[in-house]
């Protein structure tokens, strides 16, 4: 009932960790990047900003004429709209979700992603990039591990889908040049959620869409080149 549009980055991690632990029937349909499928027509329909992930749900609540959805976080927030699951119902707790959903998507995810571009692609390392982001990153991590001191998880009442936007940001810890030690609240909630059936069936998933480097010598232009002329009807 649901298209997932996907390729197993971070952000793509975000909704198959939400889809696999609430049992939602989905399909996937590869996006991939390195080869340039987030510029097809089909697929800017649904996803304007060029970017996967993307969902069609064909079952929306209320029914009538499927639902596209774009951003990770728009998604995240829209399936537990629909299904009732992982954001809680009070305004409180609510809220309390998704600030911490908009501190991924304007935080966490924004700095590691610019870790990983100069730290790990970038043909010309500079210093001064690198230094920022690696540090800025680290902070982040540092506000995680504060969050999650005498919690379990994010939202005082249990996983949310705010640890589901987070989670995959904090996998590459080693190439974002980061250690979980220094962190030893978040680094519980890692491992808690690593463990959890849903994590590794969503990351098994993964493997089995793209097996290869997402970025090499010849997607380093389609994934690092763009201007407005990508994106033209």
Not at 8 to 20: A, D, M, R, S, Y
């Amino acid at each position: 009932m649901i298209d997932l549009h996907y390729w197993p980055t971070p952000n793509g991690h975000k909704i198959t960790l939400f889809l696999e632990e609430t049992g939602l029937p989905y399909t996937i349909h590869p996006v991939n990047i390195s080869a340039g499928d987030q510029f097809k027509p089909d697929f800017l329909k649904i996803a304007p900003n060029n970017r996967m992930p993307a969902i069609v749900d064909h079952d929306p609540p209320g029914g009538g004429a499927p639902v596209s959805v774009f951003e990770s976080g728009a998604i995240l927030l829209y399936l537990a709209e629909k299904t009732g699951q992982f954001l809680p119902k009070d305004l409180r707790g609510r809220y309390q979700v998704l600030q911490w959903l908009f501190w991924q998507m304007g935080g966490l995810g924004p700095m590691a992603g610019q870790n990983h571009h100069f730290v790990q692609y970038a043909p010309e390392k500079i210093p001064y990039a690198m230094e920022r982001y690696v540090k800025e990153t680290n902070r982040l991590y540092g506000v995680l591990n504060r969050r999650l001191e005498g919690r379990d998880f994010i939202d005082d009442e249990g996983y949310s889908i705010a640890d589901m936007a987070a989670y995959p940001w904090i996998v590459p810890h080693e190439r974002q040049q980061q250690n979980l030690d220094d962190f030893p609240h978040l680094k519980r909630w890692f491992e808690a959620i690593k463990a959890r059936p849903a994590t590794e069936r969503a990351y098994e998933k993964g493997k089995q869409v793209n097996t290869t480097p997402t970025v090499n010598e010849n997607s380093r232009s389609v994934l690092f080149g763009q201007t407005s002329a990508n994106v033209k009807a």
